[in-house]
């Protein structure tokens, strides 16, 4: 009786482990003015999933992540923000020679996109996101012609 009661139990807990919603591989590439996007970071939302994020090396993007690394992305409708700016610099240059000081810009390097990118609900970006392989497109321009909302 005692066994019978522990694999029912087993059972019912098991039935909830593998809960959460459904994931898909996603690669493909991000362009800026026609030229691959040299490095960056991609973020995808859904309404009422958590998001995922991956990294942009050399306009291919690559690691997508939403739990844990290299697991995907929810599978459904996404918006899309992506970031990318030159690597910021340690510190700067005083007025006298010799002189240096730590900036405020220390963390933050110029962004290499236009700003609209950086927010899902402006960029323009979206993708549907389906079971199995996903590959994406992004051509991102200097002057978009996408207005904020």
């Known amino acids: 009786m005692h066994r019978r009661i522990f694999w029912v139990a087993a059972?019912?807990?098991c039935a909830g482990c593998n809960t959460g919603p459904r994931m898909a591989p996603v690669k493909g590439t991000v362009s800026h003015?026609?030229?691959p996007l040299a490095n960056g970071t991609?973020?995808?939302e859904s309404t009422g999933q958590r998001p995922a994020t991956g990294r942009i090396v050399n306009g291919e993007i690559v690691e997508m992540t939403t739990f844990k690394t290299n697991d995907g992305v929810p599978v459904g409708a996404h918006k899309i923000a992506v970031w990318?700016?030159?690597e910021a610099g340690s510190s700067t240059v005083g007025a006298n020679p010799g002189e240096v000081k730590v900036g405020a810009n220390y963390m933050?390097?110029?962004?290499?996109?236009h700003?609209?990118?950086n927010n899902p609900d402006t960029?323009?970006?979206t993708a549907e996101i389906n079971t199995g392989?996903?590959?994406v497109e992004f051509k991102l321009v200097s002057n978009p012609t996408v207005e904020p909302k």
């Open 108 to 113: 933050s390097g110029k962004s290499l996109i």
């Open 11 to 13: 059972l019912v807990i």
């Open 115 to 117: 700003e609209i990118y």
């Open 33 to 35: 003015n026609g030229k």
């Open 84 to 86: 990318a700016s030159e």
């Open 133 to 135: 392989d996903n590959v």
């Open 42 to 44: 991609i973020r995808f």
């Open 123 to 125: 960029s323009g970006l």
